[in-house]
């Protein structure tokens, strides 16, 4: 899957990375309450996701099951590099000091980053 995927094919993804597979309806009743969506407007979501392949479908009588092509982990591993790469030369060091810098971290979230290093010298 080389293209991005916008904020709303986003939700329908986690939807469907959560429970799968389901049908365009069962996607809308649980995606689109929150958002006011109707089953038409997940059916061009699905439909564009289908396209850049982060979805597959089977047919299941006059119905279509659809679920994920990809892993979430594997989605947002490569946002994550891209965000990274795009907005900090490639280099997570700016990226923790621009959070420390704008009072974005909590104490639990410096005492997190601490056991990761500390793990990840071991």
Known sequence: MAERISDAEYAVMEVLWTESPLTANEVADRAGPSRDWNVRTVKTLLSRLLA????IHEEDGRRYLYRPAIERGD?????????????????????VAHLAARDDLSDADIAEIEALLKALRS
Not at 52 to 55: M, Q
Not at 82 to 92: E, I, T
């Open 75 to 95: 989605y947002v591993a490569r946002e994550s590099r891209r965000l990274v790469d795009r907005l900090f030369g490639g280099k997570v060091t700016p990226l």
């Open 52 to 55: 850049k392949g982060a979805l």
